[in-house]
Structure formats: structure tokens, C-alpha cells
């Protein structure tokens, strides 16, 4: 079946440290691949996404890159900031499109000033 | 433009009753898909209706069903509630599901089963 792998435990760091949350997947085909963020009491937010193979999504300084011979999707951020602590979940869709979404556990990421 | 809207935001019910979410995409998108939150199970997939048709499912009982209606509102239903249902349900909508467009989550109801 589709799953997505999310390393165990919160993340915390301090700020302007460099990130990294590790993410890999199980899917047959070619699913697109996404990072969410929510924030305490609100919804999730697409943060990036990839919908191929090698594809790098990034935003708000945050990056992933598709990579599809090892199956993972690792986000990364060179400096955090205080208002980057949040949950972060990688997903994916295995039928490539927005829906179906099968998530991650998700990390709490808190920053510390 | 306005959010994905999903009424209410808390909800106390009693085990053995029946419960009705609702969720009112943005305006112009036809995809809605319904998700459950639990701190054990994580993010889950419940089901997606695109156009008023239920086209995905996930691997929940029959007890969880759902309705879309000819404005995109949808509703989840929940019946004979056990407290495992206790948990944040979230809606997202988006134009088709397509993987060129993005789905946007409402803030969820809070269900709490006792």
C-alpha cells in the first residue's frame, strides 16, 4: 500500500540553525509528494510540493527535493526562525493529484530564540 | 477570498448518537476531501467527493459516510458514535484533485465522544 515514514520524535533547535526532517515513502506509480505545515489551532497549509522524480518544490526558504531511487522526500531550511515552530507532515497522493492524501506522523518543530 | 469554512468548530456528543459536519469549500472548487486527526492514528484519508460523486474512499466502517451537494458544500456523517471517534476532522477543498492545482484545509471540528 501508500505510506509515508517521518522520523520519530519533535525536533528542537535553535535559531538560525539549519533543519532537516526525513520523510520517505512507499507508493506504487508515481504519486506527487507534498510538505504541510499547521500551526497551533488552525488548519494545515501546503508548504511545498514535487510531482515528479528530481522535481525540488521550495518556499518560504524551505526545500525538497523527489527523489525517487531512494524513496525519500527530505525537507530542509538553512535558518529557522522562532515562527517556523509548528507540525510538519509529508504526504502524498498516490494518484499524483491534491486528494487522497496518505500523511506522515507528523514533528513538532519548536525553535528556540 | 474566502477560506474553506467547517461548522461547527467543537462538538460533544455521547456514545450511540449520530453526528453531521459540514464543510463549505472555496467558491469554484468541486473537489472535497475529508481527513480524520488522532494523536494515535495520525492524519487519515476518509473519502473525496468531486462533483456531487463520492470518488475516492478510505479504509474506514460504513458508519462514516458522506454527501456533497450541487454547490460543493459537503457533509460528513457519522453514526452510532464509540469513542474512538473522538478526534479533529478535517475537510479540504481544491478545484479537481488535480495535481496542478492545491488543496486548502478548513481549521477542522473538534468531535469529542464521551
Known amino acids: 500500500g501508500n505510506s509515508v515514514t517521518q522520523m520519530e520524535g519533535p525536533v528542537t533547535l535553535s535559531e538560525e540553525a539549519f533543519l532537516t526532517i526525513n520523510c520517505t515513502y512507499t507508493?506504487?506509480?508515481?504519486?506527487?509528494l507534498f510538505w504541510y505545515v499547521q500551526y497551533p489551532g488552525e488548519g494545515l497549509q501546503l508548504l511545498l510540493k514535487?510531482?515528479?522524480?528530481?522535481d525540488k518544490g521550495s518556499n518560504k526558504g524551505f526545500e525538497a527535493t523527489y527523489r525517487k531511487e531512494t524513496t525519500s522526500f527530505h525537507l530542509e531550511k538553512g535558518s529557522v526562525q522562532v515562527s517556523d515552530s509548528a507540525v510538519y507532515f509529508c504526504a502524498l497522493s498516490p494518484s499524483g493529484g491534491n486528494n487522497r492524501l496518505a500523511f506522515g506522523k507528523g514533528n513538532q518543530v519548536v525553535v528556540i530564540p | 477570498k474566502a477560506g474553506v469554512t467547517q461548522t461547527p468548530r467543537y462538538l460533544i456528543k455521547t456514545r450511540g448518537q449520530q453526528v453531521t459536519l459540514s464543510c463549505s469549500p472555496i467558491?469554484?472548487?468541486?473537489?472535497v476531501s475529508w481527513y480524520q486527526q488522532t494523536p494515535g492514528q495520525g492524519l487519515q484519508f476518509l473519502f473525496e467527493y468531486f462533483s456531487e460523486t463520492q470518488r475516492n474512499k478510505g479504509n474506514f466502517p460504513g458508519r462514516f459516510s458522506g454527501r456533497q451537494f450541487s454547490n460543493s458544500r459537503s457533509e460528513m456523517n457519522v453514526s452510532t458514535l464509540e469513542l474512538g471517534d473522538s478526534a479533529l476532522y478535517l475537510c479540504?477543498?481544491?478545484?479537481?484533485?488535480?495535481?496542478?492545482?492545491?488543496?486548502?484545509f478548513g481549521q477542522g471540528t473538534r468531535l469529542t465522544v464521551v
Open positions: 467558491s469554484g472548487h468541486r473537489s
Open positions: 479540504a477543498s481544491s478545484l479537481d484533485g488535480a495535481a496542478n492545482t492545491e488543496a486548502f
Open positions: 514535487a510531482t515528479k522524480a528530481d
Open positions: 507508493a506504487t506509480g508515481y504519486p506527487s
